[in-house]
């Protein structure tokens, strides 16, 4: 029944020596838990399954789940890559990513409390201060800032890998603004309304309870004094290549989408315009970067923020999620120390592996990735997106030379690590009419509020739809996967 | 909700309607056209200069129009500020930026009349496809409206948007009344008898879809008071400046509920106009019909105003 020969869709399908390959095993059968959606997937000719994949991409396109890119002439509407196979993670393996994932966000909000109060993993000389100091995202304006009920990352989406040896690993925290938990419903939309039929063989925990979880976390950090705190999403607008989420994300919830516009600051208090007259905010889930939240405080040519929000902030009028300055824990750099950062205030054993990181700041480790960069990924430390990312097995000798010289030039700009083989997902390629191997990852959305805690079961598979390609993200070309979680 | 999304939920709505009556004029005038009485009505450039005229465009007698360019500039040309993808355009920029408060199903019809727009094949409209293109974007619209109505909670935010559409549904129809006004007076003169005579209202209560409701309530031949009596002041046909008038102070009621609003607020002159024409005869409307078309077209006009002034402002 597994073989894939007899198999209209995954005939041609080539598996690699040396990948780990999710859905087939080393004979080239599918493993057990594939083998009913193999099976489903197979009674489908490939005319069939074109089919059912332009249906879906109509389906993004008409509900407008799309992003602008601008050609010669006028601005075209595109919908993010998505392909029709899920990926499926069964519940004991789930249970380590989300147990692992609440322990990571655990130990960065305490760290993060740390680092802009008392110090004291740096008085304890776990964590080097330059490392800090040097961190542009370090904000001198939240030292002693109390955030309401003390969180700090409310939303955390943390990048896992499997590697080759069939253990997973973090590849990024990012408790900034991270984002594409909206594609995460869209594509068990999507996939419900191709194929719904593959639903009835398999129990998979829904993903649309994120919403309702998200506004119970932003109501439980509302400020002190407040019954019904009123929460809004602020974005930058809508032509902001993440629009789409947020607009989603409040409509979800229920709750206002704002800009800096729509809002205004009194007294230290938060207002909202509307067409009663000014309303009180208590909450902003704000999906605007650090530098451009407050005109008065930061940047003060940005328009996108509100004057004397951060004021408000300041004096607890306010919650703001994440709070400012969360920047400083997701950086590159502070990644490697994770492992101890965790040990260190929670006094347990990190549950998800840490990748081995060299740091270009210290000589001896510089001095080994210039000498090894054919074998290393070179990582800005401070870039987000995918950006700035060198893989050394895919450069030139000339492009090498080039990376050496970045590199020197800047040392504490990059982090370097082992180049990691991402397992791979059978993810059907247009061009070609048929399944091939890609490489993907997984991006978990963690939750942390006033004594809860939720991490969606499910996440976004991102899947690099180059052949060969290890970089994920859709700023560089990555498209994704329905992701499902077995219930036990 | 929000001040500025107020306003682009009252102007999305004026948007949609704009479309609709702009579409169905292009329709019913062309299409009736091929068929009418006498030379004048049946010639091209009369038919094409009343479109233009009621678009707020009009020409000089002895202009001669090309047919496919003034297709193009109504229908589908974007440089064009009257053109239907032009109202669309607007209409669905406004939705995105209300996403958050319009229902899914809303925003996937905006979305889908727009790329049905924005790729309808310009040399087949202006060649063929006119037929097709109009009734599509009339349909599309009437869809709108329905999904408006059955999927959203009629709070205020429907209630902004019901007043964009209403304000701007009175405002088209006394545009179209005045274009057809106009028709009518050039053509004066070159009808023999008064069948002839009655193409010009017929035509008018069409371009309101209003027809067929109208012969059903006279059971005559339309007549200029007639037809002015029952697309101005008969509140049960839907198309009614009267209809209209009655749901923008339905509407305004839901989003100033002050039992004696204030003077000179958005709901004072809603309600003062509603008056108005409730104790209004169409005898006094055929006295000075110009007159009486500007001063509607005034007071709609402040109302939308008013509504900026009192509850967009930010």
């Known amino acids: ?488 | 909700m929000l001040s500025r999304v107020a306003n682009n939920l009252f102007w999305m709505g004026r948007y949609i309607e704009r479309s609709e009556h702009i579409a169905r004029y292009l329709n019913v005038n062309y299409f009736s056209s091929l068929d009418a009485p006498n030379e004048k009505s049946q010639s091209r450039q009369f038919v094409l200069k009343s479109m233009l005229f009621m678009l707020g465009e009009p020409s000089e007698d002895h202009t001669v129009l090309n047919e496919e360019k003034v297709l193009f500039n109504i229908g589908l040309n974007t440089d064009s500020y009257f053109s239907i993808i032009n109202n669309v355009k607007a209409a669905r920029e406004n939705a995105n930026s209300a996403r958050d408060l319009i229902s899914t199903e809303i925003y996937e019809a905006i979305n889908k009349f727009y790329h049905f727009i924005l790729n309808y094949d310009k040399e087949v409209f202006v060649k063929k496809g006119l037929y097709d293109f109009t009734v599509n974007v009339i349909e599309q619209c009437m869809i709108l409206r329905g999904k408006i109505r059955a999927t959203l909670l009629h709070d205020q935010v429907y209630a902004i948007i019901m007043m964009g559409i209403n304000i701007e549904r009175a405002t088209q129809i006394i545009r179209i009344i005045n274009a057809k006004y106009h028709d009518a007076t050039v053509a004066k003169g070159s009808y023999g008898d008064t069948v002839a005579n009655s193409f010009e209202w017929i035509t008018l209560l069409k371009c309101a879809e209003a027809y067929d409701m109208m012969r059903r309530f006279y059971k005559k031949t339309p007549t200029s008071i007639s037809t002015l009596e029952f697309l101005v002041l008969n509140g049960d046909c839907p198309r009614s400046v009267m209809n209209s008038l009655n749901q923008i102070c339905d509407h305004i009621n839901v989003l100033d509920r002050s039992k004696h609003p204030a003077k000179d607020s958005t709901a004072f002159l809603v309600g003062k106009l509603r008056a108005e024409f409730q104790f209004k005869k169409v005898e006094e409307i055929e006295e000075d019909i110009q007159r009486f078309i500007e001063q509607i077209l005034q007071k709609l006009f402040g109302i939308s105003q008013k509504m900026e002034e009192e509850f967009f402002k930010f």
């Not at chain 1, 120390?337 to 965790?342: D, G, L, R, S, V």
């Open chain 1, 1 to 488: 029944m597994g073989a894939r020969h007899d198999n209209s869709l995954f005939k041609s399908y080539l598996k690699k020596e040396g990948l780990l390959d999710e859905v087939f095993d080393n004979t080239g059968e599918a493993k057990a838990i594939y083998q009913e959606l193999f099976r489903l997937y197979g009674a489908h000719s490939i005319s069939d399954y074109v089919h059912l994949n332009n249906k879906a991409k109509n389906s993004f396109f008409n509900q407008g789940i799309t992003f602008q890119v601008y050609g010669e002439n006028e601005a075209k509407e595109k919908i993010f890559p998505f392909d029709l196979f899920p990926r499926i993670i069964d519940s004991s393996e789930w249970e380590i990513i989300e147990s692992g994932s609440i322990q990571r966000s655990k130990a960065l909000n305490l760290f993060l409390w740390d680092i802009y109060h008392e110090k004291r993993i740096i008085k304890d000389n776990v964590v080097p201060l330059d490392l800090l100091s040097s961190s542009s995202n370090y904000l001198h304006q939240m030292m002693g800032v109390d955030p309401p009920n003390g969180i700090y990352n409310h939303i955390s989406g943390i990048d896992i890998v499997k590697h080759s040896d069939g253990n997973y690993y973090v590849l990024e925290d990012n408790i900034r603004c991270p984002s594409g938990v909206s594609y995460v419903v869209c594509n068990r939309t999507a996939l419900k309304r191709a194929l719904f039929g593959v639903f009835n063989h398999y129990q998979a925990h829904t993903v649309t309870d994120y919403a309702e979880n998200l506004l119970d976390i932003l109501e439980s950090v509302k400020p002190k004094g407040v019954d019904n705190p009123t929460c809004v999403v602020i974005t930058p607008g809508m032509f902001n290549s993440a629009y789409y989420e947020h607009s989603y994300l409040a409509k979800a919830m229920g709750v206002e989408l704002v800009e800096g516009q729509d809002l205004f600051v009194e007294n230290d208090f938060v207002y909202m315009k509307t067409i009663n007259g000014p309303e009180r905010v208590d909450v902003i889930y704000r999906r605007i970067d650090d530098l451009f939240i407050d005109p008065l405080e930061f940047k003060p040519d940005s328009a996108l923020g509100v004057p004397g929000l951060f004021a408000a902030y300041r004096k607890g009028n306010v919650c703001l999620a994440n709070a400012p300055g969360t920047g400083v824990a997701d950086d590159k750099a502070i990644y490697t120390y994770m492992p101890q950062i965790i040990k260190y205030y929670l006094n347990e054993e990190p549950i998800l592996n840490n990748v081995q990181t060299y740091h270009c700041s210290r000589p001896d480790e510089l001095n080994f990735v210039l000498e090894n960069i054919d074998k290393l990924v070179i990582k800005p430390v401070d870039e987000a997106g995918g950006y700035g990312i060198s893989i050394g097995n895919q450069l030139t000798k000339s492009e090498i030379k080039a990376v050496q010289n970045q590199i020197k030039e800047n040392p504490r700009k990059y982090v370097a690590q082992p180049i990691l083989s991402l397992s791979v997902h059978p993810t059907y390629i247009d061009k070609k009419e048929s399944f091939e191997q890609r490489h993907i990852d997984l991006r978990t959305f963690t939750l942390l509020g006033k004594d809860k805690e939720f991490v969606l079961k499910g996440g976004l598979t991102r899947v690099a739809l180059k052949e060969g390609n290890l970089v994920v993200n859709s700023s560089q070309g990555g498209g994704s996967k329905d992701t499902w979680v077995l219930k036990k």
